[in-house]
Structure formats: C-alpha cells, structure tokens
C-alpha cells in the first residue's frame, strides 16, 4: 500500500517551454502533497505545499508564477515548470500524506527534467 | 522556519562496523523524525522514524536515538553491509506536515 506514483520519469524540453509533471497517489487519498527539488548529491529542498482544493503554499525564495501546482483531487497534484531556462532542470520529487492522522509522507520516483 | 543540520556530510566504514550519523533542528515544536535512505536516481525511502514522545526506537540493525532537550538525533546502523551504502537524510516535521530534511550523508561500506 501507499503508493505513489511520478510522471513522466525523465523529460527533455527547449528553453522557453511548459513542461507538466504529474504526482498520483495510487491506493489512499492525499489531503496534501508536497513539491521538491533536489540537485545532484544535495538535500531534498520543499518547494511548496498543496491541500485539495485549495492554493498551494510556497517556500520562500521559490517563484510561484513561475512553478504552478494544482491539487484537483485528492489524489492528484500537477507541477508545471512554466518558461523552463536550463536552471531548471533537476530531480523533482512529490510526497503524498494521507493527513494529520498520518506522519508519513510516501514519495514519488521523481522526474528529471533537463531543459535545453 | 524549521532548521535541520547533518553531519557528517560523508563516510565510510568497514562492512561490520558502525555508522552514526547525526541530526539537529532548531523549531522545538517539532515532534516527527523521520529517516530517508536514497540511491541514486531513486526515491527516498523511509528507513525508520521516531516520535518526540520517545527517546529511542529499534528495528534490527538499525536504531534512532532522541534528545529533545539538545534537539538533536542520531541514526545507528550496526554490523554494516555493502548494500548499506547509500545517501541518508534526515527529516523534522510537526506532524502531518512538510518535512525539513538534512543536507545528507553519504555512507559507503567498504567490504
């Protein structure tokens, strides 16, 4: 159980484009989702937070025009890395928890991106 | 904000031996530790995790040790083996929200 799932795994785009990453959780609902981004052999850095049906919370420092999150369902939330520059490519990796009554959070298998 | 720290940033062992690593955070009002273990490209998996109403927990060769006094804790791995090797984290959490993680330590065991 507690499976989640990340897709594409790997995507390649030109600079200047939109690229949709797509985090499900399979078998339970995730009231909340969270974005990260690692870079090579560095932290898991929180890029914002989503709660279903409501806007998601940035961490400081990352630009919310820039990397949008929708969480329509409960088990669904979507990054889309908007204008992508090659500073954006990177490791984005999603974790789902089913809420306060969990402490867990279950990861995705993370997508690299690498932008051209 | 929530501040977890890391140390080491690497570190090898002789397969047998022990590791140590160990964390520190600074938001007392954290109560949720968790321990990730990550290999390269892959997803970070949890590897064992501590409750701030506890002060230590054990799963086989593995152990987490908590001072919420000192706000920090230690992650113990005994009698290491080569598949041990791989990139840890640790986490801070308030429960059911976002984890701050480590910066990471690098194990290799060397056999």
């Known amino acids: 159980g507690a499976v989640v799932s990340q897709h594409p795994s790997r995507v390649i785009c030109k600079s200047g484009t939109s690229v949709k990453i797509e985090c499900r959780s399979l078998?339970?609902?995730?009231?909340?989702m969270f974005w990260y981004r690692q870079f090579p052999k560095k932290s898991l850095m929180l890029m914002a937070t989503?709660?279903?049906?409501?806007?998601?919370?940035?961490e400081q420092g990352v630009e919310k025009d820039k990397f949008l999150i929708n969480h329509a369902s409960l088990t669904l939330s979507t990054l889309t890395v908007t204008s992508a520059h090659p500073e954006d490519s990177s490791f984005y990796i999603c974790?789902?928890?089913?809420?306060?009554?969990?402490?867990?959070?279950?990861f995705g298998p993370g997508t690299r991106l690498t932008v051209t | 904000g929530e501040n977890v720290e890391q140390h080491p940033s690497t570190l090898s062992v002789q397969e047998g031996d022990s590791a140590v690593i160990k964390c520190t955070y600074s938001?007392?009002?954290?109560?949720?530790f968790p321990w990730y273990k990550q290999e390269l490209g892959k997803r970070p998996q949890l590897i064992i995790d501590?409750?701030?109403?506890?002060g230590e927990k054990k799963d086989q060769r593995i152990a987490v040790t908590l001072n919420k006094t000192a706000k920090h804790f230690s992650l113990h791995i005994t009698e290491t083996q080569p598949e041990d090797s791989a990139v840890y984290f640790c986490?801070?959490?308030?429960?059911?929200?976002?984890?701050?993680f480590g910066t990471g330590t690098s194990l290799t065991v060397i056999p």
């Open positions: 989503s709660n279903e049906g409501s806007k998601a919370t940035y």
């Open positions: 986490a801070a959490s308030k429960g059911g929200n976002q984890f701050y």
């Open positions: 938001d007392s009002a954290s109560n949720y």
């Open positions: 078998d339970f609902q995730a009231t909340t």
């Open positions: 501590i409750r701030s109403n506890v």
């Open positions: 974790s789902a928890s089913a809420g306060s009554i969990s402490y867990e959070q279950y």
